[in-house]
């Protein structure tokens, strides 16, 4: 299957799922789940979720086998970006080409909303348990992991480093850094659940953190090129391509692309949807 078509019929997959297991509209107290729902189904690529579902198939698993916990990874991931939006974060009125939550709900809501969606991810995560073939000691462990890539470490931590880098100027390095917490941590642990979810090797698990984390560098980095280009940098705080140039960005959006690709070559040819999105990641034009 083309990368295309895989990716648009798991994102249909992913989207019913969170649709018909998230809280309704209604229920009580409606004004946090009308909240959760307006972020979570509001558009989209769910490339972390698809990540899990995609190495569960890459280890011979049947992607049903961890679709709980694929969708738990796309309510954190949520979390994080309605907590990013916030005035004392990122600042942002817009998501996706919508309001942004606290510009819809409010600041004190969209705080608890992010905190609910954390708590409820865990517990997608926890459901996967039910799964015929799962083991409850993977379960621990996909959890463990993911609370190390969101902690003050990875994720916490550099959303910290991101909102005081004025303090870090002097270190060259500060905003791969920062990139490597902010957006590969998460990525890491969607491809890292799967794989473990999936029992996987020690050597695959390995092979799969580096793609991983190389992707979250190539991802961001286009991420930056992409603002550049539509005039939507944030002046208040530097990006990759505004440090070193447009040329060395590009360069190392390749380069990185590159690196992920290599680092699966374990798996031959049954890893090429991840060299597929590898370059898709590089040549997105949103």
């Given at each position: 299957?083309?990368l295309?078509?895989?990716?648009?019929?798991?994102?249909?997959?992913?989207?019913?799922?969170?649709?018909?297991?998230?809280?309704?509209?209604?229920?009580?107290p409606?004004?946090?789940?009308?909240?959760?729902?307006?972020?979570?189904?509001?558009?989209?690529?769910?490339?972390?979720?698809?990540?899990?579902?995609m190495?569960?198939?890459?280890?011979?698993?049947?992607?049903?086998?961890?679709?709980?916990?694929?969708?738990?990874?796309?309510?954190?991931?949520?979390?994080?970006?309605?907590?990013?939006?916030?005035?004392?974060?990122?600042n942002?009125?817009?998501?996706?080409?919508?309001?942004?939550?606290?510009?819809?709900?409010?600041?004190?809501i969209?705080?608890?909303?992010?905190?609910?969606?954390?708590?409820?991810?865990?517990?997608?995560?926890?459901?996967?348990?039910?799964?015929?073939?799962?083991?409850?000691?993977?379960?621990?462990?996909?959890?463990?992991?993911?609370?190390?890539?969101l902690?003050?470490k990875?994720?916490?931590?550099?959303?910290?480093?991101?909102?005081?880098?004025?303090?870090?100027?002097d270190?060259?390095?500060?905003?791969?850094?920062?990139?490597?917490?902010?957006?590969?941590?998460l990525?890491?642990?969607?491809?890292?659940?799967?794989?473990?979810?999936?029992?996987?090797?020690k050597?695959?698990?390995?092979?799969?953190?580096?793609?991983?984390?190389?992707?979250?560098?190539?991802?961001?980095?286009?991420?930056?090129?992409?603002?550049?280009?539509?005039?939507?940098?944030?002046n208040?705080?530097?990006?990759?391509?505004?440090?070193?140039?447009?040329?060395?960005?590009?360069?190392?959006?390749?380069?990185?692309?590159?690196?992920?690709?290599?680092?699966?070559?374990?798996?031959?040819?049954?890893?090429?949807?991840?060299h597929?999105?590898?370059?898709?990641?590089?040549?997105?034009?949103?």
């Open positions: 299957m083309e295309s078509s895989y990716l648009q019929e798991k994102k249909i997959i992913i989207d019913k799922y969170l649709e018909e297991n998230l809280p309704l509209e209604n229920q009580s409606s004004i946090i789940h009308r909240s959760i729902r307006y972020s979570v189904l509001n558009g989209g690529k769910r490339i972390r979720p698809i990540l899990t579902l190495t569960a198939e890459l280890l011979g698993e049947n992607y049903t086998m961890v679709l709980p916990a694929a969708a738990g990874i796309e309510l954190i991931h949520t979390f994080s970006l309605i907590h990013d939006d916030l005035p004392s974060m990122d942002d009125d817009y998501r996706r080409g919508k309001l942004t939550n606290h510009k819809v709900f409010g600041e004190a969209a705080i608890l909303t992010g905190d609910a969606l954390l708590v409820m991810g865990l517990e997608f995560i926890c459901k996967n348990a039910e799964i015929k073939g799962i083991k409850n000691n993977s379960i621990i462990s996909a959890i463990n992991y993911l609370l190390e890539m902690g003050t990875k994720m916490l931590g550099g959303q910290v480093e991101d909102i005081s880098w004025n303090n870090q100027e270190d060259d390095n500060f905003i791969e850094n920062i990139y490597s917490k902010k957006t590969s941590a990525i890491c642990a969607s491809l890292k659940t799967g794989a473990i979810l999936s029992n996987a090797t050597e695959q698990i390995d092979a799969l953190q580096v793609y991983a984390e190389k992707l979250g560098l190539a991802f961001q980095i286009t991420d930056d090129l992409l603002d550049l280009k539509e005039d939507k940098e944030n208040s705080k530097p990006t990759y391509p505004e440090i070193y140039g447009l040329e060395k960005a590009k360069k190392m959006v390749l380069l990185y692309s590159n690196q992920a690709k290599e680092s699966i070559s374990i798996f031959g040819e049954k890893a090429r949807l991840f597929d999105l590898a370059d898709f990641i590089v040549n997105r034009k949103k």
